[in-house]
């Protein structure tokens, strides 16, 4: 495939394709010059009109490591700003040859279009989704799934090690394009998936989703049913900018009946670890010292592992161009 806009229909060998060409990133930037000649002469161009931190920096340097070129835009200092369209945007970025497009947007489907009217145009530009709206965010699952597979088995990651482990995915899955990413590959695994959180965040709704997904998901109201046993724990920042009043629950009383402390963990497995995408509203969704707790807190794992599974979506789509 020459984009990646969401995770619904990767099929088990894009995964595993996906999971050991991360693996053999992940060996190259643990060596002294961590860099490769494989994108040079071709231009990434992220597009970010959505605030981020990680997902941007990380596929910057990603396709610095592959000695890509990198084009940085920001909405709120771009020509946007004067009433550019979304789609005159991206055609003036593909102008000065642009290669692969990282588009991160605030409203879902905004990659997807952008796609369609790059196909349209009859390039081969990749297009890659870095978030949308309450859509999807694959490279975020696809980070958690290379962390989660290597912790298993460091040197043959693959989707096949999670089968009949049991994930426990707590927050706000309601905004949370993170979970429907995260819902569609661990399923595909064979893993047990546990979704929990409050109703207003986990509305019945949701319900019909989970129809369409072929693999085995669970919807609680409650954590406990979904903590008991298990062997890695996501927890999903509070989107608060996504909410209306209505919805926004007392940050105190979230933690109290939804927060991810020590003592919560006590009923997974003993060798439980907590994952977070980030931004993390310490104290909230999960308690500060457990964030920080080297024996069960994957957070900075998940950000390393970050730079070689985007190094990866950039080879295969560079590669997918030949
Ligand atoms: N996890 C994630 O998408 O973080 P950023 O918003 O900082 O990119």
Request: glycine fraction near 4%.
């Amino acid at each position: 495939r020459h984009h990646v806009l969401s995770l619904a229909d990767f099929t088990p060998e894009e995964y595993n394709t996906v999971l050991q060409t991360a693996a053999s990133f992940r060996e190259v930037l643990s060596r002294r010059t961590k860099k490769v000649p494989t994108l040079q002469g071709q231009v990434v161009a992220n597009l970010f009109f959505e605030p981020s931190t990680r997902t941007r920096s990380s596929f910057e340097l990603a396709a610095k490591r592959l000695s890509a070129d990198t084009l940085n835009f920001a909405a709120s200092t771009s020509s946007l700003t004067k009433g550019e369209t979304i789609l005159d945007t991206a055609k003036t970025y593909l102008a000065m040859g642009t290669d692969m497009m990282v588009i991160r947007h605030r409203e879902a489907g905004v990659p997807q279009a952008i796609a369609s009217e790059m196909d349209r145009l009859g390039v081969r530009v990749g297009v890659l989704n870095a978030g949308d709206g309450q859509h999807e965010h694959p490279s975020q699952a696809l980070l958690d799934l290379f962390t989660i597979c290597t912790l298993i088995d460091p040197d043959r990651p693959r989707l096949e090690l999670l089968k009949d482990k049991k994930i426990a995915i707590v927050g706000d899955i309601l905004h949370s394009r993170v979970a429907r990413s995260n819902i569609w590959s661990l399923t595909a695994s064979g893993a047990e998936v546990h979704l929990a959180a409050p109703p207003t965040l986990l509305p019945q709704l949701f319900a019909e989703f989970v129809t369409d997904t072929p693999g085995k998901l669970f919807l609680h109201w409650q954590v406990e049913p979904a903590l008991q046993d298990a062997d890695f724990v996501m927890t999903l920042r509070l989107q608060k900018e996504r909410m209306t009043q209505y919805l926004l629950p007392s940050l105190r009383e979230y933690h109290q009946h939804f927060g991810i402390t020590r003592n919560r963990l006590r009923i997974c497995q003993s060798d439980v670890k907590v994952l977070h995408p980030g931004p993390v509203n310490r104290g909230v969704e999960i308690s500060s010292d457990l964030m920080d707790d080297p024996q069960f807190s994957l957070i900075q794992t998940q950000v390393t592992s970050g730079v070689a599974v985007r190094m990866a979506l950039l080879y295969l789509m560079g590669s997918s161009k030949a």
